[in-house]
């Protein structure tokens, strides 16, 4: 079998038995958070205030378009990354 056979079959083996799932706005933001070595009080001036930090930290509201935009600054990462799946193209 010749080396593009071997990785074709692979990808396929791979998509098959290997989805993954999309990471919400949430897991992300954690992720980015965690890689950091960030807590939610490190994040306060990037959401406006601690009650919305908490709000959003502990799933009780969405991230905003414009907490999306400022968390992309803040992560120097894509604002579409905080953006609600449904909304991420």
Same mark, same amino acid.
């Given at each position: 079998?010749? /080396?593009? /056979? @071997? &990785?074709? =079959? ?9 989805? $993954? +799932?999309?990471?919400?706005? $949430?897991?992300?933001?954690?992720? $980015?958070?965690?890689?950091?070595? =960030?807590?939610? %009080?490190? =994040? @306060? #001036?990037?959401?406006?205030?601690? /009650? *919305? !930090? #908490? ?7 969405? *991230?905003? %378009? !414009? *907490?999306? +935009? !400022? ?5 120097? &990462? #894509?604002? @579409? ?9």
């Amino acid at each position: 079998m010749s /080396g593009k /056979g @071997v &990785v074709n =079959l692979i990808e396929s083996f791979e998509d098959k038995h290997y989805q $993954l +799932k999309p990471a919400t706005p $949430l897991e992300i933001l954690t992720e $980015l958070m965690s890689q950091r070595g =960030l807590k939610q %009080k490190d =994040l @306060v #001036s990037v959401f406006g205030s601690q /009650g *919305i !930090a #908490s709000e959003v930290m502990n799933g009780k509201r969405e *991230i905003s %378009k !414009a *907490i999306a +935009k !400022a968390l992309g600054e803040f992560f120097n &990462v #894509s604002p @579409v990354l905080f953006f609600d799946t449904g909304d991420r193209r």
